[in-house]
């Protein structure tokens, strides 16, 4: 503490304390914190899990209206990491809820949350738990009867390194075949494959009499308008609860944006190029008080 020749140390250096590794038991309070937020909040809203509840192919749960806000938006690729692309990119998890708030496995009964290895089987999306599905292993669902794969089976908010890798292993798989999380055909595919075909293929007898004849541009447009209907909106979705719970979001979509445009606090910030122009003493700050006199005038 001095008069060694040394330096003298400052009241830091004597209380500060080396960095330690956490323990074993540190590691698995924050895991088991972690898989109590996962299994009771949407990742991406932090609002609570709700039916319906939606499943990614690494087994992330989300709200749907939250997967429907981001789709409509642009923003489900940046929000998920770039697992959902599309509605086939998640499946609907058929959970069986235990009349307290929770969730249960249907044929043991346990309850499925935090500290408990559940997983849910694609393409019916009903949720069983780990027990459940080892011993009721097999090629349909016990619940609706549906065939699945046995890598079909998902298991849910895994922090297993095998199951993480398996799951990858399976994107990629599904993603070289062309298909979804869903076991459905990815959108854009076939139907990009039809719309060349359509292109490369020579104009209709129909098209090529009315162009000889000296038809205008404007009557071949109005012909095929006529003969091909216009798609109607949300003709894509076929369930029924999907296509309106998108209509409602589409919908506070469009009040939320009207409701910007009207602020009078937004509206403030920009100028209107209509008004007319302030003269005198407001004309400008700096020359406020001060006018100039006109060319040839009395000053």
Not at 12 to 37: C, D, G, I, Y
Not at 45 to 64: C, E, H, I, M, S
Not at 252 to 261: D, F, G, I, P
Request: proline share 5%; aromatic share 4%; charged share 30%.
């Amino acid at each position: 503490m001095g008069n060694d020749g040394g330096s003298i140390p400052t009241r830091r250096e004597l209380v500060k304390e080396a960095a330690k590794n956490p323990t074993t038991a540190q590691l698995k309070e924050t895991q088991q914190e972690q898989q109590l937020w996962a299994w009771t909040y949407d990742p991406i809203t932090r609002k609570r899990l709700a039916a319906p509840v939606v499943a990614d192919a690494t087994g992330r749960l989300y709200n749907k209206d939250t997967i429907l806000e981001l789709l409509v938006g642009g923003q489900a690729e940046k929000g998920t990491n770039g697992v959902v692309t599309s509605l086939r990119d998640v499946v609907e998890v058929k959970f069986e809820e235990d009349g307290e708030g929770g969730w249960k496995c249907p044929v043991t009964g346990a309850k499925l949350g935090p500290g408990t290895k559940a997983a849910y089987v694609v393409p019916c999306g009903h949720a069983f738990s780990g027990v459940a599905i080892k011993e009721v292993a097999g090629e349909r669902c016990v619940t609706c009867d549906e065939a699945y794969a046995a890598e079909d089976v998902i298991p849910i908010l895994s922090t297993a390194e095998a199951d993480i890798t398996r799951l990858a292993s399976r994107r990629q798989a599904l993603k070289e075949k062309g298909l979804t999380h869903s076991i459905k055909k990815a959108s854009g595919g076939e139907k990009s494959k039809k719309r060349k075909k359509r292109e490369a293929s020579p104009e209709t007898p129909s098209q090529a009499t009315i162009s000889e004849s000296g038809a205008p541009d404007e009557a071949i447009k109005a012909a095929n308008e006529t003969a091909q209907p216009k798609p109607v909106e949300h003709s894509r979705i076929n369930n029924a609860a999907t296509a309106t719970l998108t209509a409602k979001v589409m919908r506070e979509q469009e009040v939320a944006k009207k409701r910007r445009l009207d602020n009078k606090n937004v509206a403030s910030l920009f100028s209107n190029r209509d008004a007319e122009a302030h003269h005198g003493k407001s004309a400008d700050f700096m020359t406020r008080g001060n006018s100039v006199p006109a060319a040839g005038g009395k000053r």
